[in-house]
């Protein structure tokens, strides 16, 4: 398949396009229910004179949460991406007060023995 699509580019070209309007779609509805939306509900009903509208309600969707999270992190990734990289610079120095000390002195101090 792969290989007639490259033999037939106008079809390719014509399956990518197809791919970009369902793509654009998605998005759309996408946006729609991160912010929340508002639609009619049609009622019918099956009479002896056919299928009637009995009832229009007008209904609100409210926002989703999850979807405005993922269109938020998709779309602004260095403000709302999980993961934060911080780089720290600097010369981070530790003090040892006992880093001249001989292994001598550093026996006593641990057996408590005070050499003065």
Same mark, same amino acid.
């Given at each position: 398949?792969? /290989?007639?699509?490259?033999?037939?580019?106008?079809?390719?070209?014509?399956?990518?396009? %197809?791919?970009?309007?369902?793509?654009?779609? @998605?998005?759309?509805?996408?946006?729609?229910?991160?912010? %929340?939306?508002?639609?009619?509900?049609?009622?019918?009903?099956? !009479?002896?004179?056919?299928?009637? @509208?009995?009832?229009?309600? !007008?209904? &609100?969707?409210?926002?989703?949460?999850?979807?405005?999270?993922?269109?938020?992190? /998709? *779309?602004?990734?260095?403000?709302?991406?999980?993961? *934060?990289?911080? &780089?720290?610079? %600097?010369?981070?120095?530790?003090?040892?007060?006992? &880093? /001249?000390?001989?292994?001598?002195?550093? *026996? *006593?101090?641990? /057996?408590?023995?005070?050499? !003065?």
């Amino acid at each position: 398949l792969g /290989n007639w699509k490259k033999s037939h580019l106008e079809i390719l070209e014509a399956l990518k396009k %197809g791919k970009e309007v369902v793509d654009i779609q @998605v998005e759309n509805a996408l946006f729609k229910r991160a912010l %929340g939306y508002e639609f009619v509900e049609i009622t019918k009903e099956l !009479t002896d004179a056919g299928l009637l @509208v009995t009832k229009e309600v !007008t209904k &609100q969707q409210a926002p989703d949460t999850t979807a405005a999270i993922f269109w938020l992190k /998709n *779309r602004k990734p260095n403000e709302w991406r999980d993961k *934060r990289e911080t &780089q720290i610079s %600097g010369d981070i120095g530790v003090r040892n007060p006992m &880093q /001249n000390l001989t292994e001598e002195e550093l *026996r *006593r101090l641990a /057996n408590g023995i005070d050499g !003065t």
